[in-house]
């Protein structure tokens, strides 16, 4: 076995320290269960406890989300990824935190709207063919759309099974709705979000390039566009479309959109 520096083993040439679950996330894990418990049981101050539980489980899943894009891409032959610091599952490694943590809480806050977050860079150069491409791409989206269905059925199971506080499932069905929100909005074909990158390898040159040209300001663009009233109300009725397919209660998911508005009241 190759070592780094004495008692430091390499796995592929990469330090295992560059694998271990960074003390912030794990930090955040402790908060979400902590809050979570606390929500179950109305302890304390009880719009205060969603809200917690509501934002830390939420930084959660966004650091799973890119966790699985850094990992797929690890897989494919990108490296140095992990000098990076992405497997660690620390979200400030990321390239933008104010982008990558700050705006997507404040949006969840303002609009309960899961915005895709954060981003971490792949050396697309050291990965070889298409499909890998995609994959890496597709692999953030598919952990949101696993979160949903597992959060969603939880939700079900607990409601059916009694138990725990009105505050805590109004919480949990709004991670689920937050969930869901995130995962159309990855999928939608958007130059720079994962739906457009997933499809980008498949482009012939002259739309790639104009593709890569439009890339840093997908993102802006639909921020932009879900404050439209008539696009906005057109995403958001397809959300409320499978949410209801999905079994997801709208009065629950709305109820604890108020409640981690602690500071209305």
């Not at 566009?225 to 209660?249: E, K, M, S, T, V």
């Amino acid at each position: 076995m190759a070592y780094d520096r004495p008692g430091e083993p390499l796995v592929l040439g990469v330090p295992r320290a560059a694998f271990r679950p960074s003390p912030v996330f794990l930090a955040l894990v402790a908060l979400l269960v902590t809050s979570g418990v606390m929500a179950w049981h109305r302890f304390g101050n009880v719009r205060l406890d969603v809200f917690l539980f509501v934002v830390s489980g939420w930084l959660v899943s966004l650091c799973l989300h890119e966790y699985a894009h850094a990992v797929v891409a690890y897989r494919a032959g990108d490296r140095d990824i992990a000098h990076r610091g992405y497997l660690t599952l620390n979200p400030f490694k990321y390239t933008h935190p104010l982008l990558s943590i700050a705006l997507p809480v404040l949006v969840v806050l303002l609009g309960g709207i899961g915005l895709p977050g954060g981003a971490v860079w792949v050396d697309r150069h050291a990965i070889p063919g298409r499909l890998r491409h995609t994959l890496v791409s597709l692999a953030g989206p598919a952990t949101n759309v696993l979160f949903t269905l597992l959060l969603v059925a939880a939700l079900r199971l607990g409601l059916a099974g009694g138990g725990g506080s009105g505050e805590f499932w109004a919480g949990l069905a709004l991670l689920a709705f937050l969930q869901l929100t995130a995962s159309v909005l990855n999928l939608l074909p958007v130059p720079g979000l994962d739906g457009g990158n997933m499809i980008q390898p498949w482009l012939n040159p002259q739309w790639r390039r104009m593709y890569d040209l439009f890339a840093p300001y997908g993102f802006i663009v639909l921020f932009a566009l879900l404050w439209n009233p008539r696009i906005g109300g057109a995403f958001f009725g397809a959300i409320f479309a499978i949410a209801d397919a999905l079994g997801l209660p709208p009065d629950l998911y709305a109820a604890g959109l108020d409640l981690i508005r602690f500071w209305q009241g």
